[in-house]
C-alpha cells in the first residue's frame, strides 16, 4: 500500500518537553498538555500499543533516530518539513529544535526540508532571518501567535505593517517563499484573537509573491479561511491536527476537507501529522481508503476525493510549492535505508528501543 504514491508529511516536529526546558509558565505546560491530549484522543481508536504514557511523550521523543524511523520506517512517509517552534520564552529550545531537523537532514539527505522559527518579538530577528538561510539553508520560516518577551506574553498579527512587513520582505529578498503560521488550535491559558486567521490575507495581498501557509487551518474559523482561500492564491491550509479526525471523526473530516475542496483550494491542502504527535501510518492508509461521503458529494456539492487528489494533498501540493522536483527526489532516496517499496518496522519500535 502507497509504495508507488508520493507521501510528504507538511508538518514534523520533535517535541522536548522535558520539565528542563520549561521556562515559561504557566503557557510552556499548556502547550506541552494540550499536545499529548492530543495525541491521547486523536491516537487510532482501539489501540491501546500506539498511546505513549506522558513521561515518555515529554522526555524521549526528541531524538533525530526515534523521529526519523518512526516516520520514514513505521510509516509510508517519504519525507517532511520539518518546522522548529520559536516558542523561545516558553522551552530553552523553542520547544521543536532545530538541531533535530538538522541532524534528519543530514542522516537522510533528500528526506528533510527545513522551516526555521521566527519570534517577531525577539531583538535581532531580520539577523535570524539571515542566519537561518546561511547556516542552517532552511526552506521556509515557522511563525507562532505568541511568546514570552522579556517574561511578557507578547503576539502579533500577520498585517501589523512595522513589525511583521520587514520580516517577510527579509524573507522574500533571501529568496524563501514559504511562510507558516500557527493558527486555529489553541494552546495554553492565552487570548484566543491572535489564533484567528483574518489578517493572513492582508500580508498575502502585500506580499504575493510569498505563500502563507495557514496551519491546523479549517480545524476553526472555517468560513473566514474559505474566504481567505478564495481570493487569495497564495495562500495554503496544512491539516496537522485536522488529520486526527480521519479515524476519530471521519464525517467531520470529510466536511472539513471537502469544504476546502469546494473554496477552490484542492492543489493547496497539504497532508501534515506533526511529527510524533499521532504516529502517521495508519492515517496515511486510511487516507488512502477514504471516500468524500456520497451525500456530501449530492447535498453540499463536494468534489469527489479521486486518487489524483489524493496524491496532491499526500505530496505533491506541497512539492509545488516548495519548488521540488519529485522524481529528481525520488532518485535521490532510492537508495537510502528507507527506500520503497519496504517492510514497515511494527509502530513505535524504535522509541520503545530508545526507551529501554
Known sequence: MLNDVFVLDAICHAYNFRQANRIGQPYANGIADGVFQMHREFSPPNRPDLLLDRDTFDNRICDVDVTGHSIFGESHTDAVIYHELPLYGYFKDGGSPLAIGEGMRDRWPGRVFLYGGISPHQDGVLDRIDELVEKHKISGIKLYPHDMIDGKLRSFGMDDAELMYPIFERV??????????????????VPIE???????????????ELTFEIVHGGWAFMEETVSLLQWHPNITVSTEGTTGLLLKAPRKFAEILGTLMAAGATDRILWAIGGLMIHSRDFEEAFWRFEMPQDLIDGYGFPPLTDEVKRGILGLNAARLLGLDVQATKSAIANDEFAKPRRLAPQWSELRKHAA
Not at 172 to 189: D, E, F, Q, S, T
Not at 197 to 205: D, K, W
Open 172 to 189: 522574500r529578498k533571501r529568496g524563501l517563499r514559504m511562510v507558516a503560521i500557527h493558527k486555529a488550535i489553541v494552546m495554553g491559558p
Open 194 to 208: 491572535p489564533y484567528f486567521p483574518f489578517e493572513v490575507g492582508a500580508a498575502a495581498r502585500a506580499f504575493p
